[in-house]
């Protein structure tokens, strides 16, 4: 079938591509009223299709998309590229340098592994705060991150002189999203003269942000990434996509981020797990496309797999704003129409699988927390729902506590951000307290009417002699450069210096636990007191320990509400009927006296965006960082691996390698490594924050003659398999049945072998306590598998790619839960792991205290299907077994060839050998 046709590009040359408008004009009549984002699809399978890794069934079945009824397919999906960040990016990076390393073991070609597709890695996640509350903060910061990760940055000069298609933009220039929107991303690719959409998979579940720009985008763990660059197709089942209508306007005072906040609860409450998201509507015309992008950005929080806007005039003023070249943007525009793709579609437009409404005029002001971004609270029920939160079970949401706290009197040396600082303060701390105040992440940072509005925010608490409470660490850290030209536009820089408000850094702080520490003597006092501190910040996730280990409460809102919480020091307020705090004339100030209005932020909006200061921005040039400039890498195709470092290690996924695919069997007599409840999230799994001189992993650092001030982070360590095996399941707040009432990285283990004691007191009725990590690898060395158990939503959260190989590598053969979130699920697989349901989720309650039990997976074989029924055998201590049905849960039939060949990786280097 001949679908190739040309249009004019921008440049006044004709350009091929592979046309939609002709599947209907060949019968396929379904495919006009197709939501935008799968014709997007449809047409990377057209274009792709060789009869090989696409084939024209997988065409038809696509273009007969039924909304009602999708089918249960899967779709070969081919990328134009892939974005990474660097914590996630680094042991990617690692992953294709040991497929070098193993390629030159086994006789062949190591240059042969090469990316096919554009690779770019942003360099956004190693900033921390440090040092924060005062304008010297910013070249501290960025001194110390050199400091810290001069060895990974050498590894990544060497990946990019290795690889052809591999770039990286350095660190301090922005967040990788907000990087993606304003920089890298084209709209339209070209390639031998054939144009086609820009697409991508990103190794950061945020990726979704650039759906904003009518891009088809989502995260992915960087296991799926690494398949994709070499060639492989990212598959997935065929989805559901809901249309979400839009109508109305925000109404004064309402922020994109309310917005987000209130579409993030409503669709976790409607269930979009698996499913596109695509919002179409004239409310969805009226956003802004940093709106659009704010909203877009939250898609993992509310489950979907993206939160897509279809492409429009709004989509081509932003590509001009941003300093894109004239000719790609009227290429950009001229294609979208020549394909039938441009304009923001209306009601009946299009055929989706469920429509939602959504008056845009409903949305309140809000924040979310204190544990999970879906739970939204209206602005005003805040100080109401704190306090019942403080009592309330922790099974319910809670923290359980008989009653409050009493105030606490304490006397900090040092300022909250400073801790060089001679000064001392006397505070009062009590539960709701707010000890950390974070303007940052991706989510909110991107938005310059939300920068902007927080900017005229600080100035009139300045004017009217508002000061933040001394306990509270201040820090702004913008999504990209550009910020300083808003504030420098608008002459705003000054007031936020004045409240503590000062540029910490350009990158991912807080929002991914790199908060730094907290003052000594206030957290002290909290652990002491066991009080329930808060933090407020701009970002989107606020899972426990997320942001910080002894801040208990996290609440999420917009950059200027942050402000707002920092100002009264404590989220127990009405914001509405209460002042924030006392003038300079001991008058009472209240929120509505500072906020900044709709026309306000317009205004100094149009003062400081301009094109030509993007592509200042962005012309990445030595001089803009000198640090960067002089990092010196190795050269060659291959890796010289160093067994001394602590930073970069070679794993051991090819070890023995012969690229023969092993048998599907039957996984005998495992012990649970860890039994958990519902919504253990991949911040739980995974590796990250502070490494605890205590754990494993501080140990084993100690014993490599690491100082306890240079472990860095989990996070910095990722391409450290030994390390990071010894984080995986050390999360702090993470509570594991098996030691039930003790939280952290704790079991029981029944086995023979001696085995490290925990660093707190546990009691036992039987087994022995320790370390996950002992228990792993002790149930390794006796040749004894390992399972883990779950309740729902396992896996949720980030698209952490370590929670599936830190629990490869520690030995577990299966996880059973009640279900997974989407990205963990397929990046089990894609480590060798096999995930299964529970069939009846109620049977997960007949085994989740049985600590002294041994369980079976039967019916496993070689010609089992994707979600075959296997059976669970459990054998309790002393008692009969019993069975229970699980669904297994290899989705798809490339999944099975992953599980076959021990995971994606081998399954790729075999297509090489």
């Not at 009869?51 to 089918?71: C, F, I, R, S, Y």
């Not at 509350?133 to 050199?146: H, I, M, S, T, W």
């Not at 691996?641 to 390698?657: E, K, L, M, Q, V």
Request: glycine letters at 10%.
């Amino acid at each position: 079938m001949d679908t190739r046709r040309t249009f004019t590009t921008g440049y006044g040359k004709q350009g091929a591509f592979y046309s939609l408008p002709s599947l209907a004009d060949a019968g396929y009549d379904r495919v006009g009223r197709m939501p935008v984002s799968l014709r997007i699809v449809l047409e990377s399978l057209l274009r792709e299709c060789d009869g090989l890794k696409v084939t024209q069934k997988d065409v038809d079945n696509l273009a007969n998309w039924e909304a009602k009824n999708p089918g249960s397919y899967e779709i070969p999906f081919t990328v134009a590229r892939i974005i990474l960040q660097d914590l996630t990016g680094v042991p990617l990076l690692v992953d294709l340098a040991s497929m070098r390393s193993a390629m030159q073991d086994l006789g062949r070609d190591a240059s042969a592994i090469e990316p096919l597709v554009p690779v770019d890695l942003v360099v956004d996640h190693s900033v921390q705060v440090d040092w924060s509350g005062y304008p010297d903060a910013l070249k501290q910061n960025l001194a110390r991150e050199f400091e810290r990760n001069t060895e990974r940055y050498e590894f990544l000069k060497w990946g990019q002189q290795a690889f052809k298609t591999f770039s990286v933009v350095p660190p301090s220039v922005g967040i990788v999203h907000q990087v993606n929107l304003e920089f890298l991303a084209r709209g339209v690719m070209e390639k031998d003269g054939v144009f086609y959409p820009d697409t991508l998979v990103g190794t950061d579940s945020h990726t979704t942000m650039i759906n904003g720009l009518g891009i088809v985008a989502w995260g992915v763990g960087g296991i799926e990434a690494e398949a994709g660059m070499l060639g492989q197709p990212i598959t997935f089942l065929v989805p559901e996509v809901v249309g979400v209508h839009l109508t109305g306007n925000l109404r004064e005072g309402v922020t994109a981020t309310d917005l987000a906040l209130h579409v993030t609860q409503m669709l976790r409450k409607q269930g979009v797990v698996g499913k596109f998201v695509e919002f179409f509507g004239p409310g969805a015309s009226s956003l802004t496309l940093p709106d659009r992008a704010t909203v877009a950005n939250m898609a993992p929080e509310y489950g979907a797999t993206m939160g897509y806007f279809p492409i429009d005039e709004e989509c081509a003023r932003y590509l001009r704003a941003t300093g894109r070249k004239e000719e790609d943007v009227v290429s950009y525009e001229n294609y979208y129409k020549a394909q039938g793709l441009w304009g923001m579609p209306k009601r009946g437009d299009i055929d989706y699988s469920v429509e939602l409404d959504l008056d845009l005029s409903s949305v309140e002001p809000a924040v979310a927390g204190p544990k999970r971004p879906q739970d939204r609270i209206v602005l005003s029920s805040l100080k109401e729902r704190f306090k019942e939160l403080l009592t309330l079970p922790v099974a319910e949401g809670g923290y359980g506590k008989a009653e409050p706290s009493a105030p606490v009197r304490v006397t900090m040396h040092g300022e909250a951000g400073n801790p060089d600082s001679s000064a001392t303060h006397d505070v009062e701390l009590r539960d709701g307290s707010v000890l950390i105040a974070a303007i940052t992440s991706c989510t909110n940072t991107s938005n310059a009417g939300l920068m902007i509005g927080a900017g005229i925010l600080a100035k009139k608490a300045v004017a009217l002699g508002l000061k933040v409470p001394a306990y509270v660490k201040t820090s702004m850290a913008p999504g990209s450069r550009i910020a300083d030209t808003y504030f420098k536009a608008n002459d705003l820089q000054d007031a936020l210096d004045a409240i503590g408000f000062s540029t910490v850094g350009y990158g991912c702080t807080t929002c991914i636990g790199n908060s730094g520490p907290l003052n000594h003597d206030l957290e002290e006092a909290v652990k002491a007191n066991d009080l329930v501190s808060c933090s407020v910040l701009s970002g989107n996730r606020n899972f426990e320990a997320r942001v910080h280990a002894s801040v208990k409460a996290n609440f999420l809102m917009s950059p200027p509400m942050v402000i707002a919480f920092a100002l009264a020091g404590r989220v127990d307020i009405d914001m509405d009927k209460e002042p924030i705090g006392k003038g300079s004339e001991g008058q009472d100030v209240y929120l509505r006296d500072i906020w900044p209005s709709s026309e306000e932020i317009a205004a100094a909006e149009a003062r400081a965006v301009n094109a030509d200061a993007f592509r200042e921005i962005y012309s990445l040039t030595p001089d803009k960082n000198p640090l960067w400039a002089a990092v010196e890498g190795p050269q060659g195709a291959t890796f010289a691996w160093n067994d001394a470092s602590t930073y970069i290690h070679r794993p051991p996924y090819f070890d023995g390698f012969n690229g023969s695919r092993r048998d599907i069997e039957n996984i005998a007599d495992a012990r649970p490594l860890g039994i958990f409840g519902d919504s253990v999230t991949t911040d739980h799994i995974s590796p990250a924050g502070a490494i605890r001189a205590t754990g494993p992993g501080g140990k084993f650092l100690a014993s490599m003659g690491v100082e306890r001030r240079d472990f860095n982070t989990f996070g910095s360590r990722r391409g450290n398999d030994l390390v990071m095996t010894r984080g995986t399941f050390a999360n702090v707040r993470l509570k594991n049945l098996l030691v039930e009432g003790t939280e952290g990285g704790y079991t029981l283990y029944f086995g023979g072998e001696a085995v490290s004691a925990p660093d707190v007191e546990i009691t036992a009725a039987s087994g022995t306590p320790t370390f996950i990590f002992d228990a792993g690898m002790a149930y390794r060395n006796e040749g004894v598998n390992q399972i883990i158990i779950a309740g729902e939503d396992y896996g949720m959260g980030s698209s952490r790619d370590w929670a599936a190989k830190g629990t490869n590598l520690l030995g577990v053969k299966a996880v059973v839960s009640k279900s997974f979130e989407r990205i963990h699920r397929s990046n089990l697989v894609g480590m060798g792991v096999l995930p299964l349901n529970f069939a009846d989720p109620a049977d997960y309650d007949r085994v989740k205290n049985l600590k002294d039990a041994t369980f079976s997976i039967t019916g496993l074989h070689n010609d089992i299907e994707p979600r075959a029924t296997a059976t669970l055998v459990v054998k309790p201590a002393g008692e009969a077994s019993f069975e229970l049905p699980v669904v297994v849960r290899i989705d798809t039939p490339i999944e099975k060839e992953y599980y076959r060949a021990g995971g994606i990786l081998p399954y790729v280097l075999g297509k090489y050998c």
